[in-house]
């Protein structure tokens, strides 16, 4: 497990700040983003920091999964990022790809998202940004669903049951199929599943990244990392 570990969530927002932009800089264009509250501060940090250094070049962004809810919905991760990563609008040589939830049919939702993929060209992502629930989930893949088996799609539906909802995400071969996986995790509710997988528990999100032949980077916050951790790297 590829660990950085850092003081602040400040000081992480800024390091997969730095990260995001080098990759771009190196050829990144596309680029997955997940919802949640540690990443919107780097995406509030990009748009009002680094907004022009990103519209010099054609990226594709790509909403990495979704709650069933349209867009006016303060719970709908596309209309957050709007919010924040495209603030100032989405530059000319941008593309924004999202799940279309106005469809009112959620298998209908991720075949239009698989075909919207193809038609932008996306293959394989450069940058994938991923969360981490308390139970382990990253993306919309939870413990128990089936969605976990889906190995031959790029999106598909998902009823979260134990949420009551329906959820539309990237699969997880798209996922372990990027050449990068940025995983973040802030707060000490998030310390007993980043260390269950450097344990080499199988929870969602290590079976999403983890792999001798992937590269995935944890950025984490003290309290993530356990009491008495500081800044290091493993």
């Not at 382990?136 to 889906?150: E, K, N, Q, R």
């Not at 999100?205 to 003290?222: I, K, M, P, S, Y």
Request: net charge negative; proline share 5%; hydrophobic share 45%.
């Amino acid at each position: 497990m590829n660990l950085r570990v850092f003081d602040s969530a400040e000081e992480l927002t800024r390091a997969a700040a730095r990260t995001i932009l080098q990759r771009v800089e190196s050829g990144a264009r596309s680029i997955a983003l997940s919802g949640g509250s540690t990443p919107r501060p780097l995406y509030d940090f990009l748009s009002s920091q680094h907004a022009d250094e990103l519209a010099q070049h054609a990226i594709t962004w790509v909403v990495v999964d979704e709650r069933y809810v349209p867009m006016s919905d303060p719970q709908s991760n596309a209309a957050m990022i709007e919010r924040t990563l495209f603030a100032r609008g989405l530059p000319p040589s941008h593309r924004f790809l999202r799940f279309r939830t106005e469809l009112g049919d959620p298998a209908a939702t991720a075949r239009e998202f698989e075909r919207e993929w193809r038609e932008l060209g996306l293959d394989t992502l450069d940058v994938v940004l991923l969360g981490c629930g308390d139970d382990g989930h990253t993306a919309s893949l939870f413990p128990g669903t089936p969605v976990l088996d889906v190995e031959d799609r790029i999106a598909s539906e998902v009823y979260v049951e134990k949420l009551t909802q329906w959820r539309v995400t990237l699969t997880k071969p798209v996922l372990r199929a990027a050449k990068l996986r940025l995983v973040l995790a802030a707060g000490a509710s998030k310390a007993k599943i980043v260390r269950e997988v450097r344990e080499g528990a199988p929870h969602p999100v290590a079976l999403a990244t983890a792999g001798d032949e992937l590269e995935t980077w944890w950025l984490v916050d003290r309290a993530a990392a356990g009491k008495g951790t500081g800044a290091a790297t493993a």
